[in-house]
């Protein structure tokens, strides 16, 4: 009971950058990048379990992959694994639309 509390105070949320505005760029790539960003955000939330969701925002939060798969009890080999099915969700999605 007290390592899933624990275990539940370490996780972190993270939320990926909203727009990138940033000077040089024109209103059309900003407004195509904000579009990718909303899509990806979306694709996150619809198309990976619990598990490939937190594996992929402790990766993008620049998380230790020893410390994020002791903090969700997995090995370090079965986080690779699910971090790289998660991408590899998350590309379909975002570039083919589809929703799995």
């Known amino acids: 009971m007290i390592d899933v509390h624990r275990r539940n105070e370490r996780r972190k949320t993270v939320s990926l950058p909203d727009e990138n505005v940033s000077a040089g760029h024109s209103p059309e790539d900003l407004a195509v990048e904000a579009e990718y960003w909303a899509k990806l955000k979306d694709c996150v939330e619809s198309c990976l379990n619990e598990?490939?969701?937190?594996?992929?925002?402790?990766?993008?939060?620049?998380?230790?992959?020893?410390?994020?798969?002791?903090?969700?009890?997995?090995?370090?080999?079965?986080?690779?694994?699910?971090?790289?099915?998660?991408?590899k969700k998350l590309s379909l999605c975002v570039f083919s639309g589809d929703k799995e």
């Open 51 to 87: 598990t490939e969701r937190m594996v992929f925002k402790g990766n993008v939060a620049g998380e230790d992959a020893a410390t994020l798969a002791m903090t969700l009890n997995l090995t370090r080999d079965r986080l690779y694994r699910i971090l790289h099915d998660a991408r």
